[in-house]
């Protein structure tokens, strides 16, 4: 029971800052686990203080099996991968690392998980504590032969998974001893690192190999383990109202990313806090989150902004910041190091916080206190949340005033210099080669003004405003109306009927899907929607995209430009986005060069003609939002509503994979058919089994017309 202590007392101390807690934490842990040196199994926790965050559940996908577990101090995700390249992978929330076992090339075997994961904690040859899960699973293979073992960041193995290549300095060889095989290890910086181990149970070790029994079968039992500081979860009634959406599995996959210092993009490959998904869930999921999660998730992303006020989009930790600092000649250092190559963050953090601060009576109630609380910024721990907001609205102002002044393409917000990404679509084809992205310009930036100006009217913002300042933020209203008026014009798109026609059909024929609804929907004028983005010389990259789903969250186009955003996007695909398993987030059929970009935007392109569980969840929280406003001509209302059944109709008939990153399809029997996205050997990467911002229909309801099947 000793072992559990440290986590009674994070439970307890839930009003001291991180730092505290975490030096108090490790102290006590140090002495516990120097007392259970050779305890592998984990005690029940202390009657008195039942673990309220405990998260076990299981996700089949693909060739993986899932299984997460958090329970005290051990959260985990064993991931095992079935087919011609087995793999045994197990990724930590705490400090981002991971162990995994890549195995030689061989006829495609499957995976049995015969004894679910069990939490360990564990200590080193020098009494320091490891946490981790032990299990035990079966393959229907005659031999399993080591590849290459991997025990760092998970940033580490993802990047191998990805290339094959990995820092030579975190390789480390396996020791044998008897029928394991054993990895271990420090971190690079000497603290304490990881442990892999893998024994035979069924079947033998014999010559570094794994080889079946007689009856053909594998049978291993596997101890992962990280040396990593563990995080604070967050569970039940601690982290969602009774307003959330009866979905236990959806629950569960919340929970498990949801910790008191930051909630997790999406496990296993984005194990740590990635800025626009903190700010996108907590938006779609404030009406179910409880308050101190929601300002919990608010503080992360203000405490990791930069000097200029600029969001982080990641943050590299444990050994990945270790290792960063050893590239860039700084010695063994831990220090996080974040990434703000993204711009979108910059602009979504404005509306996000007027949402609650303004929008939510909960957050209205609240606003001075949260505002005058401090983030815990490394460096600056007695920052006020409002002081760094400010710096935060500071940036926005300065970075739209150009435009607001002078509304020519040229000062449009464009992708840094050397950057191919910079928005949601963070892959290098993400934005079809684009410099200036859609949602960036003409809605995010409109809408941080407004916030601004909002919370400014509100007072708000007083305190913490300079006298430089106030003359700025009263320009914030003036701003928005100019970058409202003005931004979208530049991405309009419009192609003639009878070249729509023929562009449709010929992409049809080349996806192999049938054209009659995708035509019959095109009508009889021209063809307009939005583009995905402006290449360099400004001219438009044709695209219909799902990202006009975010005008209609944090905007109020008006009647018509409504009208052509939800059309663009609810046409039959290959007219438009829809198709049986859901809303395609790119469809290039209209471009003027499909050579060039047709090969780009596949159903195997991590942002091409696949399905994002969240891109989904924001139109069905745009459209509910519209459908609010009084203002609608009843025309328009009735198209809206028509639209919403449609989309709840493929999420309630999607809703097995609902809690994953993304999935592709195929056309079968005259029907689409969901495909795990990474189980196509030419899909571009591995979706997350559990992504943060797919969780997010815990806060969002179906029209009375469609019965939810959740």
Request: charged share 20%; aromatic share 8%.
């Amino acid at each position: 029971m000793i072992q559990y202590a440290a986590w009674w007392l994070d439970m307890c101390w839930t009003s001291l800052g991180n730092r505290l807690r975490n030096i108090c934490r490790k102290r006590l842990v140090l002495g516990a686990a120097a007392v259970l040196l050779a305890g592998p199994a984990l005690a029940e926790s202390p009657a008195s203080a039942p673990d309220r965050s405990a998260v076990h559940f299981r996700v089949d996908e693909g060739l993986n099996i899932n299984s997460f577990l958090r329970q005290g101090p051990v959260a985990a995700h064993l991931v095992l991968k079935s087919g011609a390249d087995p793999r045994i992978l197990v990724a930590f929330p705490a400090g981002n690392s991971g162990v995994a076992l890549w195995f030689e090339h061989q006829a495609p075997a499957t995976w049995r998980l015969d004894k679910a994961p069990t939490p360990v904690i564990q200590s080193d040859a020098q009494g320091r504590p490891l946490y981790g899960l032990t299990f035990e699973a079966t393959i229907d293979a005659k031999v399993l032969a080591p590849k290459k073992a991997l025990l760092s960041s998970v940033r580490v193995l993802r990047d191998y998974g990805a290339d094959g290549r990995a820092p030579p300095s975190v390789m480390v060889a396996p020791s044998i001893e008897g029928r394991r095989m054993v990895w271990r290890r420090d971190r690079l910086d000497g603290h304490a690192g990881y442990l892999l181990s893998v024994e035979a149970t069924h079947g033998s070790l014999e010559g570094g190999r794994f080889l079946a029994a007689p009856d053909g079968r594998i049978g291993l039992r596997v101890t992962a383990l990280s040396g990593e500081t563990p995080l604070t979860g967050i569970g039940g009634p601690d982290l969602l109202t009774d307003k959330a959406a009866a979905d236990p599995k959806t629950k569960a996959t919340l929970a498990f990313l949801s910790y008191r210092e930051k909630f997790l993009a999406g496990s296993w490959r984005f194990n740590t806090y990635f800025g626009r998904d903190t700010l996108m869930s907590m938006r779609l999921l404030m009406p179910a989150l409880q308050p101190a999660a929601i300002e919990g998730g608010l503080a992360s992303v203000l405490a990791r902004l930069s000097r200029d006020g600029e969001v982080a989009h990641e943050e590299d930790i444990g050994e990945f910041a270790v290792l960063d600092h050893l590239k860039a000649g700084q010695g063994l250092s831990d220090a996080p190091t974040f990434d703000y190559a993204m711009i979108d963050s910059s602009y979504m953090l404005a509306p996000v916080a007027a949402a609650w601060l303004i929008d939510d009576p909960r957050g209205a109630a609240r606003a001075a206190a949260f505002l005058a609380s401090h983030t815990g910024r490394v460096g600056a721990p007695d920052e006020t949340v409002g002081s760094a907001l400010v710096r935060n609205l500071r940036f926005v102002l300065t970075q739209t005033g150009p435009f607001a002044d002078a509304p020519t393409r040229d000062h449009l917000l464009k992708l840094k210099d050397g950057k191919m990404a910079g928005q949601w679509r963070d892959s290098d084809i993400g934005l079809g080669l684009g410099r200036y992205p859609f949602d960036v310009n003409a809605v995010l930036a409109p809408a941080a003004l407004n916030a601004i100006a909002a919370m400014d009217r509100a007072g708000l913002l007083t305190p913490y405003l300079s006298p430089e300042d106030r003359e700025t933020f009263a320009e914030a209203s003036r701003r928005a109306a100019v970058w409202t008026s003005k931004a979208a014009a530049y991405f309009e798109v419009t192609v003639p009927q009878a070249v729509a026609r023929v562009k449709v059909a010929e992409f049809a024929k080349a996806q192999a899907v049938p054209d009659g609804a995708a035509l019959a929907s095109l009508g009889s004028g021209p063809v307009r929607f939005d583009a995905l983005s402006l290449n360099a010389d400004g001219s438009p990259v044709a695209i219909v995209n799902s990202d006009e789903s975010f005008d209609l969250l944090f905007g109020h186009p008006g009647p018509r430009r409504l009208h052509d955003e939800v059309t663009a996007m609810m046409r039959p695909f290959p007219a438009g986005l829809m198709t049986g398993v859901g809303l395609l987030v790119a469809n290039p059929a209209y471009v003027s060069d499909p050579a060039k970009l047709f090969p780009l935007f596949t159903r195997n392109a991590y942002h091409g003609l696949v399905v994002w569980s969240w891109q989904q969840a924001l139109l069905a929280a745009g459209l509910q939002r519209q459908l609010a406003r009084a203002d609608l001509p009843a025309d328009l209302r009735a198209a809206l509503t028509t639209a919403q059944a449609r989309l709840w109709t493929v999420i309630e008939a999607t809703k097995a994979v609902s809690n994953s990153e993304l999935w592709s399809w195929t056309y079968v029997d005259g029907a689409y058919r969901v495909v795990p996205f990474g189980a196509a050997a030419g899909d571009a990467d591995e979706a997350n089994a559990a992504q943060l911002w797919s969780t997010v229909f815990l806060a969002l309801k179906p029209p009375s017309s469609i019965r939810p099947t959740r």
